[in-house]
């Protein structure tokens, strides 16, 4: 920005330069043009800019889009700098005015060169101008050849005391000259004082956003957010006053992430607290115990906050360094582009004028400077987002560890003898179906804070946007006034009544006028600003302040009520209450405050702008007429002129204020369009549609666990929750992703055009404008300027209107490829616990089968060789047969209490819901003749209620059978257990007769486990030589001799076993061969229903309706399948409608057949089953 500034540090001015010794207002002007009727600020306020690390173009460059800045056409630089003298108090500046003609191909004398300096608040010495009394200095200079420079200097001092700290002082300069080509043209040098409280070098860098996850006082921050929407009304730059408040929003948006965040922890401690205090009040839990657990609970959520806090600081600082690497990677890669395009581009144009390749350098330079401001606003938007999908990631961190907290601790406390199994399962039921409310209260307050945020931020853009509109009005009407005092001179010119000189001294008198008037509103505008930026800051501030601090106040007086409520419905209740009351107390007063400071700023401006344009228009009417009448200009032409030009001024008044009127309609109803479409009541059914569809899916995929034991369905019951707390939608993350996705379809757009520009200048034959442009003779230079300049006119179009819905569309699909990546992650981690019992149980099985393959193996070689006889080898399997029987009774003993604990358990559940279930009345309270429709009337009339009920009882029973399904299978895995270390002792003995050495029983194992691993072979191996050890001692009394003599004769033996057991195997491989053929031709033979028919599961395609924004009307459930059916035979007909959408849900426990356990295992046996 440029130029000087002066700092205040102990009490004197310090002038502060930008850049080093000399601090410049740059302006490279914006090229020759006809005279406006309004001044306009054209050109960088500075020569370069404070950017990024790495390499990078001149600033001038990078901002030529947005002002048309650098060399003009005919090659003027005007300049404004100033140099500090010394340290006096006060200090003083040598400032230099300079107009540098350079000398190019296209420069050309210039001519009644105007230079007007403002010096307000300055005490100016030795300076050569013509001051005038408005504050401002004239220069003039009758010509300037082409490669001259003009500079003239002075010296000024500022009074410390004119300028409080922070404040800055506008003083620009402003050339007017007259061109051979063009008629007269103006170039305007910006050149600013600011305050300081002190000299500092400013560097880059980030800085930490304070963290949602501590206990700050949020009040604080909503009261620093609300003072930058004053910072906005009050800005000096229009045309960036929607990119502010967009960002506002944005973090406003996070602040009520965090405040959510913080409400949904507190009201979840209290709900803990609250069911502890009940459990003890209906004598479940001692006090004692209570203040014990409540101590724990306390402590782990106070770990839990540090915790969290840590990794945010972590993650923060971590996505931080990665951001800066990943800006300087960017920049570094852009320049390079730069550099290749710039070099092709000049090797391109080695043969053309060298005006032309001006032109084209020119506008290449701001092509650059646009794609440079494109990339950095792309890298803030993914930065943003980066850091808002971490704060989720925390979040939902910080969710899923409270749920584990409760969860671990009940559980500590249960074994620890705090806690009865009982007590805990009660308080942890209680837990699970209050954190259901929890969940559907918060996203009532989600919807509601989305519905009145975007009501404020709506509600806040009609305000700038009108504020706009106002600006834009008393610009024009000022546009006018300054016009018709220049249009008046020249009408007196053209008529006659005055010469050329008479005419240049009077535009020069009107110009230096018009731009006194102009500065002078400037200042008085920026000064009364000031003060009503202040004035509305502290009245704003008291209000909110002293509403925040009510609100308080009954916030802890809602958490104090939660130590008296008599359950947590009424708790949550009152939560909601308090909460919606608070939020519409909260966004009316903003609204008000916002409205009351648009009217202030109004006011101000207007006043403000009316005074300069009366000071304009009597400039023209007293001044400028009685200059006129003293050349002898005649009244009556004189008064015409003004006559119409007064007609004229009521009818532009009338034109920008009707302007400003549709303006404003068009306004409201884009703020109506906006909060219907986040109305809260569409949000809220959204959501609950939503939870209890995944309600549904994960309740029918916990049923279609087999078994699972008390601790496994603890685990499932928390993995659920932690899924139902991830399903409500954030209030900033999707306005962030929304951004990016725009911005880079946005991106895409433009690289699209941009490749068909570049395919249209690579083959301009195959485009008829090109063939035009060709005919008429342009060249290349030609052709290259008009892609330049069309990819220039890109990044000023608007993207195509479609946009919005892909970014929607887009949103949504990645909102449904989330819930579905939950749904299977829960899957999975189910399908994961029934495999690992499946693999244990099918691991002791094989082992279990292959001990019978290897006592069979061994029995057959001893009774082969005649070591024992067939009696003998009876002998020793029948010496295992008592304990196999005692096994066998035990088993079925534990299985006769199973069934009927279990048939006892459903049989409990049904009298508890025929107890507590809607009755319907006696059939002699009906007409008897309509007894069916009277009936089934009422029973739809409970129908819900009725459904619920018998929903929840079948989930209980199906857990319940789950459970005794784990105890059962507990329970054939120790008889599996107890066979196993039979048959290993069997084993034993059977290698000891025979003398099989340990490498061949390893490779006997190997052959029948042939998926073990040889780390599972040798522990095997090492069970059997100490069974084989037990036997050790019966055959110590045989000598050395014999055992040689054993070991000779079975040698032959231990080579055959492993051939013969090759052989069985394949023999039982092929049997199972042909059954599993068999079995497959009769499975074909039968004829199925279609899988639909059979089946309705949820699935891709299948999803309720979702939306991001809502719109319209939800989707209704489509019904099919609609069926008639007669009832008792008396002629009354019921409907049945079924949706296919919808997962079914049995209404009964299909009862388990009793089975044998030993049995099962023996026809396996038989089977050849491994």
């Known amino acids: 920005m440029g130029a000087t500034g002066p700092t205040v540090a102990r009490g004197r001015v310090t002038w502060v330069l930008a850049g080093g010794v000399l601090a410049a207002a740059l302006v490279l002007g914006a090229g020759p043009r006809a005279f406006p009727p309004v001044f306009q600020a054209v050109g960088p306020e500075s020569p370069s800019r404070t950017g990024p690390a790495g390499p990078q173009p001149s600033a001038q460059y990078r901002d030529i889009s947005r002002e048309a800045q650098g060399p003009s056409e005919n090659g003027v630089i005007f300049q404004k700098c100033s140099l500090v003298s010394g340290q006096s108090e006060p200090q003083t500046i040598h400032v230099q005015l300079s107009v540098n003609n350079t000398r190019t191909p296209v420069s050309a004398n210039l001519s009644d060169l105007l230079v007007l300096d403002q010096i307000t608040s300055l005490t100016v010495k030795e300076s050569p101008g013509n001051r005038t009394q408005g504050g401002v200095q004239t220069f003039r200079k009758q010509s300037l050849q082409a490669g001259e420079c003009y500079s003239v200097s002075y010296m000024a001092s500022l009074d410390p005391t004119v300028l409080g700290t922070g404040e800055s002082l506008d003083l620009p300069a402003l050339l007017i000259f007259q061109s051979p080509s063009q008629n007269r043209t103006q170039l305007k040098a910006h050149f600013t004082i600011t305050v300081e409280e002190r000299i500092t070098v400013q560097h880059p860098e980030n800085k930490l956003e304070p963290s949602p996850f501590t206990s700050a006082n949020g009040v604080s921050q909503d009261l620093s957010l609300n003072d930058q929407v004053i910072d906005i009304l009050t800005s000096e730059d229009p045309g960036s006053m929607l990119q502010a408040l967009e960002e506002l929003e944005i973090a406003t948006l996070n602040q009520a992430d965090a405040d959510l965040e913080a409400c949904r922890n507190q009201i979840s401690k209290d709900i803990i607290a609250l069911l502890m205090k009940n459990l003890t009040s209906d004598g479940h839990l001692s006090p004692q115990t209570e203040r014990k657990v409540t101590a724990a609970f306390k402590e782990q959520f106070l770990l839990l906050e540090k915790e969290v806090q840590e990794e945010y600081e972590r993650k923060m600082l971590a996505l931080t360094a990665e951001c800066d690497l990943e800006t300087r990677k960017k920049t570094e890669s852009q320049y390079q582009r730069e550099m290749v395009a710039m070099e092709e581009v000049e090797e391109a144009l080695k043969r053309v004028n060298e005006r032309s390749a001006a032109e084209c350098s020119s506008l290449l330079r701001t092509l ?16 943003a987002e980066d850091f808002a999908q971490a704060h989720r990631q925390l979040v939902v961190f910080q969710r899923n560890e409270l749920h584990s907290i409760v969860y671990t601790q009940i559980q500590s406390a249960v074994a620890k003898g705090e806690l009865r199994p009982e ?13 259901e409310s929890v969940e559907e209260l918060m996203d009532f307050f989600q919807a509601t804070k989305r519905y009145h945020l975007s009501k404020r931020f709506g509600h806040r853009e009609y305000l700038v946007q009108s504020l ?34 008479q005419m240049e001294m009077l535009l020069e008198r009107a110009q230096t006028e018009t731009f006194s008037i102009k500065q002078k509103l400037d200042n008085d505008l920026k000064q009364e600003k000031k003060r009503l930026h202040q004035k509305l800051i502290t009245k704003r501030r ?28 009424q708790y949550l209740d009152q939560w909601r209450s308090v ?18 400071a648009l009217d202030d700023l109004r006011v101000l401006t207007v006043s403000l702008s009316e005074k300069a344009t009366e000071d304009l228009r009597r400039l023209q009417s007293t001044a400028m007429t009685q200059e006129l009448l003293k050349r002898s200009a005649p009244w009556l032409f004189l008064q015409q002129i003004l006559e119409e030009h007064s007609r004229e001024s009521a009818a532009r008044t009338t034109q920008l204020e009707a302007e400003e009127r549709e303006r404003g309609q068009e306004l409201v109803q884009a703020v109506r369009q906006r909060l219907q479409q986040d109305a809260p009541e569409a949000s809220t059914e959204e959501q609950a549609e939503l939870r209890h569809w995944e309600h549904l899916v994960f309740t029918k995929l916990c049923c279609a666990s087999i078994s699972l034991s008390e601790e496994d369905l603890l685990r499932v019951k928390q993995e659920a929750q932690g899924c139902f707390t991830q399903l409500d939608r954030s209030l900033a993350l999707p306005r962030v992703r929304a951004r990016v996705l725009r911005q880079q379809l946005q991106i895409a757009w433009r690289e699209a055009e941009f490749q068909k520009l570049d395919q249209a200048l690579a083959a301009p034959e195959l485009q008829s404008k090109a063939r035009k442009l060709r005919s008429k003779g342009r060249g290349k230079a030609d052709l290259l300027k008009k892609s330049l300049e069309d990819k220039i006119r890109l990044f000023e179009e608007r993207a195509p209107e479609d946009l919005a819905d892909k970014v929607r569309g887009e949103l949504l699909h990645e909102r449904v490829q989330r819930l579905e990546a939950q749904e299977a992650h829960f899957a999975e981690s189910l399908v994961a616990l029934q495999f690992q019992k499946v693999a244990r149980a099918a691991e002791t099985l094989s082992v279990y089968t292959a001990l019978l393959s290897i006592q069979d193996l061994l029995l057959g070689e001893l009774s082969e060789s005649e070591t024992l006889t067939k009696s003998a080898c009876v002998q020793i399997l029948e010496s295992h047969s008592p304990e196999l029987q005692e096994l066998e009774r035990k088993l079925e003993e534990r299985l006769v209490q199973q069934e009927a604990a279990e048939q006892q358990q459903v049989l409990e559940s049904w009298q508890r819901w025929a107890a507590d279930g809607p009755g319907l009345g006696e059939p002699g309270e009906m007409d008897p003749e309509r007894q069916v429709s009277a009936m089934l009337r009422q029973a739809l009339n409970k129908g819900q209620k009725l459904l619920e009920q018998q929903q929840q009882r079948v989930r209980e029973e199906r857990q319940n059978s789950a459970v005794l399904e784990d105890s059962l299978e507990s329970l054939e895995a120790d008889t599996m257990a107890s066979l196993c270390s039979q048959g290993l002792r069997l084993v034993s003995y059977l290698s000891k007769m025979t003398m099989v050495p340990g490498s061949t029983l390893l490779r006997l194992l190997s052959v029948v486990l042939p998926a073990a691993s040889q780390p599972q072979l040798l522990a095997l191996l090492d069970t059997v030589s100490e069974k084989h050890s037990d036997h050790t001692a019966e055959n110590e009394s045989s000598g050395e001799q014999a055992e040689q003599g054993k070991r000779r004769k079975h040698q032959g033996w231990w080579q055959a076993l492993d051939s013969r057991l090759r052989a ?60 008639t059916m007669d009832i008792l035979n008396t002629g009354e007909k019921i409907f049945v409608f079924r949706s296919p959408k919808e997962p079914e849900i049995a209404l009964r426990v299909p009862p388990r057949r009793k089975k044998n356990f030993l049995n099962a295992k023996k026809a396996s046996k038989a089977l050849g089953l491994d």
């Open 368 to 383: 650059h400077g646009l794609e440079q401001e494109d990339m950095h606003k792309s890298l803030a938007l993914h930065q």
């Open 423 to 435: 007590v805990a399962k009660m308080l942890l039921q209680d837990y699970s179906k209050t954190q």
């Open 468 to 501: 706009q509109a106002v600006e834009t009005r008393v610009q024009g009407l000022l546009s006018t006034a300054a016009a018709q005092l220049t249009s008046l001179i020249h009408k007196h010119e053209r008529a006659g009544y005055l010469d050329e000189d």
């Open 542 to 569: 008291r209000e909110l302040l002293q509403k925040h601090k009510e609100q308080q106040k009954e916030q802890v007086s809602l958490g104090e009520a939660s130590s008296t409520a008599e359950d947590a419905v």
């Open 579 to 596: 909460m919606a009351e608070h939020t519409a107390a909260l966004e009316e007063l903003q609204e008000r405050l916002d409205q009351a």
């Open 1064 to 1123: 069985d195997l394949v023999s039982q491989g092929l049997e199972r061969m042909l059954w599993a053929r068999q079995r497959k031709e009769s499975i074909l033979k039968k004829v199925y229903a279609p899988v639909q028919e059979r089946v309705t599961f949820p699935g891709k395609g299948s999803w309720p309706h979702l939306s991001l924004e809502p719109i319209g009307e939800l989707a209704p459930m489509p019904i099919t399948g609609e069926e």
